[in-house]
Nanobody, 124 residues
Framework: VQLQASGGGLVQVGGSLGLSCAAS????????MGWFRQAPGKEREFVAG????????DYADSAKGRFTIWRHNAKNTVYLQMHSLRPEDTAVYYC??????????????????WGQGTLVTVSS
């Protein structure tokens, strides 16, 4: 499956931003989907995950209460809505897909597919 993330940009502290990730080349509903991010000089970290049907979600502590992940299987797209953004949210955000996970927590593996990343910059 191929993943194309979009929606990144520059936003002020406290602002909101929505990311999208469009999938192609696979049966989207077969995949657990997730969002990760990698800040400069830091390791990639889990942000949010969602089950195949969209009924179960999981968030990193840093994302709870501020970020929302959801998916539209008919549109082959997963979304991440981010509110109350902080400078520490600045990172390249990646979407990921894996058909072998139970979900919604996303544990990357060699079976995972990744999008190209989209940069989110939160200015103070």
């Amino acid at each position: 499956v191929q993943l194309q993330a979009s929606g990144g940009g520059l936003v002020q502290v406290g602002g909101s931003l929505g990311l999208s990730c469009a999938a192609s080349g696979g049966t989207f509903r077969d995949y657990v989907m997730g969002w990760f991010r990698q800040a400069p000089g830091k390791e990639r970290e889990f942000v949010a995950g969602i089950s195949r049907g969209g009924g179960s979600t999981d968030y990193a502590d840093s994302a709870k209460g501020r970020f929302t992940i959801w998916r539209h299987n008919a549109k082959n797209t997963v979304y991440l809505q981010m509110h109350s953004l902080r400078p520490e949210d600045t990172a390249v955000y990646y979407c990921a897909a894996d058909r072998y996970l139970r979900g919604p927590r996303f544990f990357p593996s060699d079976n995972s597919y990744w999008g190209q990343g989209t940069l989110v910059t939160v200015s103070s």
